[in-house]
């Protein structure tokens, strides 16, 4: 094997070290995965109770190409030019059209079932009751009506906002403050289920409902190239956008054909007018005519039978220059009372040719058009910018057109003016002519212009009534809107459950993540020896004892192990001196330092080894406690000269293990340890005895202990799991890299057993101290009391460690 492959496989031991320590630790916090199971599953049953069933409805229809003759419907051609399927899905999508449907459809009124928690289904015709609102009342809009079904006779109603109760009978005229209305049954729904349920009603408005159906309305192509529009609709009540969807296909249908009928109507309104005139006119010139030739018997000549037809010539056309006149002056004041007159009126009506202003009114036809699709789409917001530049434009087409149609008058005006005056100038011609011929000229032109006139006008009529009875709309329902072909689009409003496990996983991915980024103690040995390139000499396990020597109490146990272990390794450490002066110090008070100094002394004692320890932490004194020694003086008694050497050391009840207590608190106890003659205590007691242990001040708190690195052969530095910070490591590593601490070494101490870190870091027995037999070696060998370690650990602590123990058994198979 190459040294490739050794990288190799180092890199995926490494990965999947990697892997398992992410795993662990996921399931470290397994019961955080678990509430967040529990609350994603409670939160989708609970939103599950207002979730909705949502239903889409569609409509076709075809929009036909008129082949209508342009000359038979005048204007009728303007408005197939500017039609387009766009404008058309305007039309539909319009909030006038919207509104009108609406309107129709009386859907002001809502009504529901009230399931207390969860959603309230809407009744649509299908509600035990209904409401008559009285028109002269203004009503509450969206404020809730309750209504209880008492019995066949009487409800109660309450109105939650005005704090309103009481009961009604049916049929009663009800008035709350503005509120009116009569509350009847709906004997179709009204049987002895309703009183078992409650109900409740608002009234919308309608000019907000209308916005909601425009918004929730869709009309497109069917297929491309087609005239084809598929109009769509989806929402909770099915029925209720059937009835909707229909109504509107049908409104849209009559208002095209009622665009082609005003066409018509408005060419016969005119001609009507214009009959008028002539019919008595005709009849007064008949009579006149037949009258004359009964009383006279007279001949026209041929110069008064030449004269006649130019006459008759120049009548015809004034007669029709005047009523050309008259239309021009008809359409300025229609368009005068309402401009949109305009897209039904045109000259072509009566075989005028204009092509200025037909061009004109093609123009204006369009952006009308376009006008009214733009105030359709921003009803609310009628006055921004793209609608303001189309009223612009149309009232300047609209100034256009009628000045086109006054310099139209005038300029007829004119010509009736010429034909005037050659009317004139032939009528001098008659007069030259006998009297009697001459009254017969008259009487004759007279009735033969009227007689033109009169049946070319009512061939106009008649072209216009066949019109207007032959109009059939170029709409047509291709498919209509019913049950059988709504579509189910889902659920709504409900919950989703993966997206809310994701969600919640990612929560509590994102809770461990910030907990261990901010945890500043020390977990375990792995992120002890990150932080540090100092030796662990041992891990000493946490203390479940009721004594502060279990190494001499309980000599079986595995704390005593740990400390076995311990005095081992010191002795490798101390191979090169044959003296043994070790001092055991740590960064703040509580990590330890004299239960490991005084269990030290004890554990090496027990080796026939003459140990003495020394209690050094002069502002904190502890050693006198754990060995219950009474008596006050001690070492800085001792250097200061009040007691002797032999009244310092003091033999403990154990053999080969005294103690130099601290003594009373100084008021300078640096200066003591700095002093000669704690150098002098030092150089005697090293005669005197085979291990000297010092149980010294925390070196984050005071520098007593880093007086006698000196003078130590060995410093132990304290380093408490989960007690211990991170910087309180960095900190020994920068009083190492000083060179103010030589020949140290690390204790870890106070380690609990932890599956999960058994399980990330493979201590198995000894907690990392082991000799690679696994975790079920030494089972039984001990005298630990494991139950009263249990005890100290919480319910949830405990079934977390059991369940644990189960993964660790899988993994250590692996």
Known sequence: MNYTDNQNIQHQNQAAVQIRQYLVLALEYWYLFLLAIIISVALFIYKNKFAYNEYGVYTSILIKKSNTNPELIAGGLMLDANRSLENEIGLLTSYDMIYKVIDELDFEINYFLDNRIGYDPELYKDCPFYIILDSMKSQYNYINVNIQLLDENSFKLTIPDFEFEQKFNFDSYIEIQNFGFVIKKNDDYFNENVFKKKYYFYINNKANLAKQYKDNLKVEVYLERSTILWIWIQGKTAQKNIDFINTLAEFYIEDRLFEKNEIAEKTIDFIDMQLEGFTDSLRKSEDQLQYFKQTNSINISDEGQSLLNQLQELDKEKKETQMKRDYYSYMLNAID????????????????????????????SEAMTQKRILEFSLKEDADLPPNVIRSLEIENFEKTIKQHIKQTIKYTQGTLEELIKKNNEIQKEIFKLPLAERQMLQITRQFDLNNEIYTFLLQRRMEAGITLASNAPDVKIVD???????????????????????????????????????????EDKSELEKLIKVPIIASITHNNRDSQLPTLKYPKSSISETFRLLRTNLQYALLDTEEKIIVVSST?????????????????????????????????????????????????????????????????????LYIAPPGNIPPNPAELIESKKMTDFLEKVKKDFDYVIIDTPPVGIVADALLLTQKANAFLYVIRQKYSSKSSVRLLGEIIENNQLKNVNIIFNGIKKSVTQGLKYGYGYGYGYGYGYGSTYGQGYYDDDTNGAENEKGFLKRINEKILSKVLKFFSRR
């Open 588 to 656: 703040i008070s509580g990590e330890g330092k004299s239960f490991i100094s005084a269990n030290l002394a004890a554990i090496i004692s027990t080796t026939n080894k003459k140990v003495l320890l020394i209690g050094l932490d002069l502002r904190k004194p502890r050693v006198q406690q754990i060995f219950k020694n009474e008596d006050k003086h001690g070492v800085s008694d001792y250097l200061i000269g009040e007691i002797t050497y032999e009244e310092l050391i003091k033999k403990t009840k154990y053999d080969n």
């Open 337 to 364: 009372e309402n401009p949109e007159n305009i897209l039904v009126l045109s000259p072509s009506i009566l075989g005028y040719s204009d092509p200025i202003l037909e061009n004109y009114l093609t123009q204006l």
């Open 480 to 522: 209509k809107a019913r049950m059988e072909s709504v579509m189910f689009k889902g659920r709504k409003g409900g919950g989703n459950l993966p997206k809310n496990l994701i969600i919640a996983i990612f929560v509590v991915v994102a809770i461990i993540f910030v907990n261990e980024l901010l945890k500043n103690k020390i």
